[in-house]
């Protein structure tokens, strides 16, 4: 399901549904919704990497006020109704780069039969599937950790980037990593929130870094919000980021950068300076 939001939005939950054909934006119970776009961005080539898509109203209302609707028996046709029309919406406000989805990991269903409806949209609005992110939200409790690994090898199977989001809130953690190695894994604010001034977060922090660079697995840095905290994930290798010191997100509309988050100073990833 799109990524609905900043860390702590919702990311709506899926069931199973035997009539997977019958999916559709239109049949989401008479929601109304729309989508706001935050950049993720790559500090080191000061680029926009990706968006992620957060419901919001069809004004803008908050995401609660939609997610407050959401129940047993509208929540799996809206959960397909928002992969269709994130990448839509991404597709007619002109993101070029990745676009990133999120689900819960409590959804049981069959990927491989419930994953058309996204296929469907992405073909529908040119949006090539290997731009598309999803994310399992690790914040959350985790019933059965195999199935979420399962779920997400389907998804990597079918040429999706995979990721964990709100690494090290939740329950899952290393031992989901130890059934799943994900594309990336989005480390959760808590460990970003003043990480430069706390040397317990900056243990944590270099701890998982370590791991994931033995795992192959890319870092991505959410919820930046000062540049000490930028500056620090910067100098340990992290290059994606994703947080209101670049940018707010975005409603109906491409995200856009704030030139002075970019660093002052360009570093490598290894904290030394570019030629």
């Known amino acids: 399901m799109p990524r609905l939001m900043h860390s702590s939005d919702f990311v709506p939950m899926m069931v199973i549904d035997p009539r997977c054909d019958s999916c559709g934006e239109t049949q989401a119970a008479a929601l109304q919704f729309s989508y706001a776009y935050q950049p993720i961005v790559d ?39 928002c992969r269709v029309k994130a990448i839509k919406g991404a597709a007619q406000v002109g993101i070029e780069e990745r676009l990133s989805i999120n689900f819960l990991p409590n959804a049981i269903y069959k990927p491989e039969v419930c994953i058309r409806t996204t296929l469907t949209a992405a073909r529908a609005n040119g949006f090539p599937i290997s731009r598309i992110v999803f994310e399992a939200t690790e914040g959350e409790a985790v019933n059965d950790g195999q199935r ?21 809130a939740g329950y899952a ?30 243990a944590i922090a270099r701890g998982i870094l370590r791991m994931c660079g033995e795992l192959d697995i890319t870092v991505l840095a959410e919820g930046v919000e000062t540049p000490g905290e930028r500056d ?3 100098a340990e290798g992290v290059a994606l980021m994703q947080g209101f010191l670049f940018s707010r997100p975005a409603f109906q509309a491409r995200g856009e950068v704030d030139p002075a988050a970019w660093p002052r100073e360009e570093l490598h990833p290894h904290g030394r300076r570019l030629a």
């Open 232 to 234: 620090f994930y910067l």
């Open 148 to 168: 979420l690994a399962e779920i997400l090898r389907e998804y990597k199977r079918t040429g999706f980037t995979t990721a964990i989001d709100d690494f090290g």
């Open 43 to 81: 500090v080191v080539r000061r680029q926009i990497w990706g968006h992620e898509a957060l419901v919001r109203g069809p004004a803008g209302e908050s995401a609660y006020s939609v997610l407050s609707q959401v129940n047993d028996d509208n929540r799996y046709r809206f959960d397909q109704a």
């Open 173 to 202: 953690g290393l031992n989901l990593l130890a059934d799943f190695q994900p594309d990336i894994i989005k480390l959760d604010m808590a460990l970003v929130r003043n990480v430069d001034k706390s040397k317990a977060r900056q």
